[in-house]
């Protein structure tokens, strides 16, 4: 299976709002809103759309979801809890929660192309896991500033998350994010008992 290419904003209507799918919000009319009230949903269903809720936030394809489910099944703590932290610690999620792209896509894209350093070397993979003490900086190209700064200006009214520290153009991560601040409402417990039956 591979990453989701096709209409974002049809997802955000079945699933509500995804600030790391797209910056498109949904319209809320009254016949949505009765659609939603009239339809009564079983609790398989509910689990299933917390799980693709998480899945399309974060654009990760189910594979990568379910290895992230038994990294967090094995470490010690709340399994859910332990998901959130790991996938709020990707560095492309990092770049998204810094203000420096409009989605988690976007973000994606600036670390392939070799925009993003971390700790003074060029990464290029999207999934790498920060740890406390990380530098992120932009890599010293105009090509890079310039459309790293144009994606700060245009989200700058973005609060930025407590374990994130920014000064001019360089980031650093000052400790483990707590699951607490994440800017996505979903329930966790939901996610695990869904893959309760698969990992």
Excluded: W
Aim: charged fraction near 30%.
């Amino acid at each position: 299976m591979s990453r989701y290419r096709g209409p974002r904003v049809k997802i955000v209507r079945r699933l509500g709002p995804l600030p790391g799918l797209t910056t498109k919000r949904r319209k809320l009319t009254e016949q949505n809103k009765l659609q939603d009230k009239k339809q009564k949903k079983s609790q398989y269903r509910i689990r299933l759309e917390e799980k693709q809720k998480l899945r399309f936030h974060y654009g990760l394809t189910e594979r990568q979801l379910l290895r992230y489910i038994r990294i967090a099944r094995k470490a010690k703590g709340s399994t859910g809890q332990t998901l959130l932290q790991l996938l709020e610690m990707r560095l492309d999620n990092t770049i998204f929660r810094l203000g420096m792209a409009a989605t988690i896509r976007a973000a994606r894209q600036l670390v392939n192309h070799g925009h993003i350093v971390l700790n003074e070397r060029v990464v290029d993979i999207p999934s790498y896991r920060c740890k406390p003490n990380d530098k992120i900086t932009i890599r010293d190209r105009d090509r890079s500033r310039i459309l790293i700064e144009k994606n700060r200006t245009a989200r700058s009214r973005l609060r930025i998350p407590g374990h994130l520290a920014m000064k001019q153009n360089t980031a650093l991560i000052t400790q483990v994010v707590d699951p607490k601040s994440i800017g996505l409402k979903v329930n966790e417990l939901f996610i695990v008992e869904y893959y309760s039956r698969q990992a």
